[in-house]
């Protein structure tokens, strides 16, 4: 069965400072991935998606970046955190456009 | 931008009672999709529904979709308890994303 880990469960993080979330998925090949962000009490925001490794599509500008070193991995970067980062980060993966798996999420809050 | 519009934003009902939510949408699309997040946890599907198709039902879901007024309904039947959570629909306009709505919090009262 398939599975999706993400690390680490929160994280608190200075202004300024950098960022790398990790997300992997167990048990299937060649899968979707996505990078949302969620403020407290709103809908999703797509951040990023990949549809192979190495290929990333950026939704929104910021300066968050994303990566996809393997085909099972999605990573999330910054360099420099901004106060308006914080939020509940989720990480997912599809098949095309049919159902999505989430993650757990990481609860970000830079201070 | 969002496309999915949920109406309405919150909703508290009695145990046993049945809850409705509507979801908007904007563009054409290839499905529209449901999920739920119970508070601080990640989404989990609900139900997919085909732009073919006109209505779904799985367990005590059921859900309809109008392509002509683009919009679509999640019906809960008999609510409990442990329904409290919040819903939101997605729509597959196409080229392997989702967009999300802002949501619907459903709370259910025992």
């Known amino acids: 069965s398939q599975t999706i880990h993400q690390w680490p469960a929160t994280l608190v993080q200075p202004v300024g400072s950098p960022l790398s979330l990790e997300c992997t998925v167990e048990?299937?090949?060649?899968?979707?991935l996505y990078w949302y962000r969620q403020a407290a009490g709103r809908g999703l925001q797509l951040l990023f998606y990949?549809?192979?490794?190495?290929?990333i599509s950026s939704e929104v500008p910021q300066n968050l970046s994303a990566s996809r070193p393997q085909d099972r991995q999605f990573i999330l970067s910054s360099k420099k955190l901004l106060l308006s980062d914080s939020g509940f980060y989720l990480c997912?993966?599809?098949?095309?456009?049919?159902?999505?798996?989430f993650g757990p999420g990481t609860r970000l809050t830079v201070l | 931008s969002q496309q999915g519009e949920e109406d309405p934003q919150a909703l508290s009902i009695q145990e046993g009672e049945n809850a409705t939510m509507n979801c908007s949408y904007k563009?054409?699309?290839?499905?529209l999709q449901w999920y739920r997040q119970n508070s601080g946890r990640g989404l989990v599907h609900l139900i997919l529904?085909?732009?073919?198709?006109r209505e779904k039902h799985s367990g005590r879901l059921r859900v309809t979709l109008d392509t002509s007024k683009k919009s679509s309904s999640l019906l809960i039947t008999a609510s409990r308890a442990a329904d409290t959570a919040s819903y939101f629909c997605?729509?597959?306009?196409?080229?392997?994303?989702?967009?999300f709505g802002a949501g619907t919090i459903l709370r259910v009262k025992s």
């Open positions: 563009t054409s699309i290839n499905n």
């Open positions: 997912a993966w599809s098949v095309l456009d049919g159902e999505q798996f």
């Open positions: 529904i085909r732009s073919n198709e």
């Open positions: 048990g299937t090949s060649n899968p979707n």
């Open positions: 990949s549809v192979g490794i190495g290929q």
């Open positions: 997605a729509t597959a306009p196409g080229g392997n994303k989702l967009v």
